[in-house]
């Protein structure tokens, strides 16, 4: 069983200092998983040590390694608690326990130990257990070298300094994973329907593009343009636009509104909605455009219908012209001539319209868009 003994060495204050920073900073498990085995390291006579997580009856499905003898960080392993289970049974939401405390109270925790790993090359392990009201949610796993039976009282200060601190930045980190999956679901619903839609910051860097936005840049963009850019065509002008708007910023749900023409192609013309995106502030400026290229705008249907955006992500561009003046109530012939198309063209898109929204006549395909 573990116990105090009078003195360790401690790692350097300074590095100590940096890896705690590091581990408060960190953004996600790998920068979390990085400063946290090189802090344990420093302080610690550690053999290998484990972050375990995303735990279903004691079985972890994720785990981040770090086996210090053979510098292998075993970063795809995932190491069982299989040890541990019925001691955390006995003891709901206890924080930290070793293997020897384990074994005081369970005769069959060596046997299960040699049955998971005959020759572990340690002989004590202590487990740091992160709760989430009654569900286990993380453990920190640290096997201490076989020749050290003792620890100080400064490592047990370590650790116990470690515990809040490791819990802190695995909830910090859970809420940000989770906000993260949350965007990039909805990015993804986004990102097929038929609407135009950027996000760019406050140097008009584009941080999110729809796939009907990079088809309209597409047309757009000339053989000089920067990756990564508006095309020339539409930054130029809309940087001009929005500097000689006054000083402060679009409020949140004002929109405004200009049409542009494409300096070297006449016939492209195209409409730009820009809007104050939710979460601006002085330091993190973003805009929201929307872009409708000019000879789209004829039928046009209201893109805040949430059923409506449903309906036309599954048509091509030229179809979701047709279905807009189909639901406006034109028929063919008015149709094609708005369109500068054959009648017999509109008759085939109105026939593929029908077919891909599962309908049967226009008062349906009304209904559907309105």
């Not at 996000?199 to 000339?222: F, H, I, Q, T």
């Amino acid at each position: 069983m573990l116990m105090l003994d009078a003195f360790s060495p401690s790692a350097p204050a300074d590095n100590m200092a940096v890896e705690r920073a590091a581990l408060v900073k960190s953004l996600d498990m790998g920068a979390l998983w990085q400063s946290c085995s090189a802090l344990i390291n420093m302080a610690l006579p550690c053999h290998s040590c484990s972050l375990l997580f995303d735990i279903d009856d004691y079985q972890p499905q994720q785990g981040r390694h770090h086996l210090t003898e053979t510098r292998d960080d075993g970063a795809h392993l995932i190491t069982s608690l299989d040890v541990a289970a019925p001691y955390l049974d006995a003891n709901p939401r206890i924080r930290w326990y070793t293997f020897s405390q384990i074994a005081s109270q369970d005769a069959l925790a060596p046997e299960r130990l040699r049955a998971q790993n005959p020759t572990p090359g340690w002989r004590e392990f202590i487990h740091l257990a992160f709760w989430d009201g009654t569900r286990l949610e993380a453990v920190l796993s640290i096997r201490i070298r076989a020749e050290h039976a003792y620890l100080s009282e400064s490592e047990l200060s370590f650790l116990k300094d470690l515990y809040p601190l490791l819990d802190a930045s695995l909830q910090r980190i859970r809420s940000l994973e989770s906000d993260r999956m949350r965007r990039k679901a909805i990015e993804d619903l986004l990102y097929e329907l038929p609407l135009a839609a950027i996000l760019v910051d406050g140097d008009l860097a584009p941080s999110y593009m729809s796939l009907e936005a990079k088809r309209v840049c597409r047309r757009w963009s000339e053989d000089t343009d920067k990756d990564g850019r508006l095309p020339r065509a539409i930054e130029a002008p809309l940087r001009l636009w929005m500097e000689s708007m006054p000083e402060a910023p679009l409020h949140l749900g004002n929109r405004a509104a200009f049409t542009i023409g494409h300096p070297r192609h006449p016939d492209l013309r195209l409409r730009l909605e820009v809007s104050s995106a939710p979460g601006n502030s002085s330091r993190h400026t973003q805009h929201l455009l929307i872009l409708t290229p000019d000879d789209e705008t004829d039928g046009a249907v209201d893109i805040d219908s949430p059923r409506a955006l449903s309906s036309l992500k599954c048509l091509s561009p030229s179809e979701r012209k047709v279905a807009g003046l189909v639901a406006a109530g034109l028929r063919n012939e008015a149709i094609a001539q708005r369109l500068c198309r054959s009648r017999k063209t509109i008759e085939s898109q109105i026939s593929s319209i029908f077919r891909k929204l599962n309908i049967a006549n226009r008062t349906q395909l009304a209904r559907l868009l309105n």
